[in-house]
């Protein structure tokens, strides 16, 4: 596909992203639709592979944001970054910032492309990711046990924190006509939004079957677990999801503890009471902060669950996941991030390291 754009006065934002477009909105969707008001942004999707047939790029704008959805389709093995050096090329794409979120993504980087800037937006609390320290330019955090880890690693690293799409999900605490799919679903309900994060599938049986009486509703894909009382519903949009949540009784997150979860202030947002497993930083942070309770075994995970639906949405805890939320727009999120961008692109020098941004510094009394 040729393009026809003039080389813009600004530079623009190639993004190499683990996720696809077309799933829920995550961090990346988010930032990528918020830098597109601005920039020309290119979503670099991971390649399909496809055994047997010519490789080539799909390439579509998003005509809700503007962003360029990128999809390698290549055989296995197909060195997909001399496919978008050609793509690159005819774009006019000469110095863009360079967006990435795991490490391989630099292997997809055409050596004829010189980027103004590499950012890393990182969750990772583990090692592993070394080679993209090393060519990062500018490090985002996404919690502060991120930036704990790699802070000591990198001279300019600095936290920004998931953001809520608040209004959207602020009319969940409306009571809502039920979609015809749950309407039919006894009480009580506990849902979970597949978005990001592993279903510990072993924890699910266990919670099911010990509390028959519970309905557990999944939103996303259907696995192989099938019991009277767990309905998965399949995927859903983005718009309907708080139509959904206004029929919960809790937000569940029997995830796998190496899994990153998604979805958490979204739950908060919708005034919905959170059980979750203690897995990653980001979920550890919010049980620290009183607004998520957090379980391990089956025993536990019901324990919390049942105090969370009878006590968890007093008032004097909706007073405190509000104060919280009030800081976290998606805008503030991304104001933040292109600030430091802009500040480097201009020769200002480097952003100010974040403090050791430590649990007493996110307190909701501090919001």
């Known amino acids: ?29 988010h930032l990528m639709s918020r830098f597109a ?12 592979h496809e055994t047997g047939r010519a490789p080539n790029l799909k390439s579509e704008i ?18 997909v970054n001399d496919l978008l050096a050609g793509f690159f090329a005819s774009a006019q794409i000469h110095r863009p910032v ?21 950012v890393y937006d990182c969750s990772l609390e583990s090692d592993g990711d ?8 500018l490090v985002f955090a996404t919690n502060a046990r991120a930036y704990q880890a790699k802070s000591r690693l990198h001279p300019n690293v600095q936290v920004v924190r998931d953001g809520v799409d608040l209004w959207h999900f602020l009319s ?18 506990l849902g979970y939004v597949c978005a990001g994060g592993e279903l510990d599938l072993e924890l699910l049986q266990g919670i099911a079957e010990r509390r028959p009486e519970w309905q557990l509703v999944v939103i996303g894909p259907p696995a192989k677990l099938a019991l009277p009382n767990l309905h998965w519903l399949g995927e859903k949009s983005y718009e309907d999801l708080p139509r959904y949540l206004s029929g919960w009784d809790l937000a569940m997150m029997p995830l796998r503890l190496d899994a990153t979860p998604g979805m958490i202030a979204e739950y908060l947002a919708a005034g919905l009471p959170v059980v979750g497993t203690p897995g990653s930083g980001l979920i550890a942070h919010y049980g620290e902060l009183g607004l998520v309770r957090l379980a391990s075994t089956v025993d536990e995970f019901i324990a919390e669950a049942e105090y969370a639906m009878l006590f968890g ?27 430091a961008i802009e500040n480097h692109l201009s ?21």
Not at 3 to 29: A, K, M, N, Y
Not at 62 to 79: A, D, F, K, S
Not at 130 to 135: E, G, K, T, V
Not at 347 to 367: E, I, K, V, W, Y
Request: charged content about 25%; some cysteine; hydrophobic content about 35%.
């Open 1 to 29: 596909m040729m393009h026809t754009t003039q080389l813009p006065t600004i530079h623009d934002v190639v993004c190499f992203s683990d996720s696809r477009w077309s799933e829920l909105p995550g961090r990346t969707h």
């Open 62 to 79: 998003c005509p809700r944001t503007g962003v360029h959805v990128v999809t390698p389709q290549v055989p296995p093995g197909w060195p």
């Open 172 to 189: 969940a605490r409306a009571r809502r006509e039920d979609p015809v799919d749950q309407k039919d679903i006894p009480r009580p309900r």
């Open 347 to 367: 020769g200002t020098g480097r952003f100010a390291p974040s403090p050791d941004p430590g649990p007493s510094q996110f307190t909701p009394a501090a919001h």
């Open 37 to 48: 008001r601005r920039r020309r942004v290119f979503y670099i999707q991971t390649p399909v």
């Open 313 to 339: 949405m007093s008032l004097k805890w909706r007073e405190r996941a509000d104060r919280f939320l009030e800081s976290m727009d998606w805008d503030q999120s991304w104001s933040a991030m292109n600030r």
């Open 130 to 137: 070394s080679r993209i320290l090393q060519a990062a330019d």
């Open 98 to 118: 360079v967006w990435v979120c795991q490490q391989e993504a630099l292997d997809y980087l055409p050596s004829t492309v010189s980027p103004a800037l590499i």
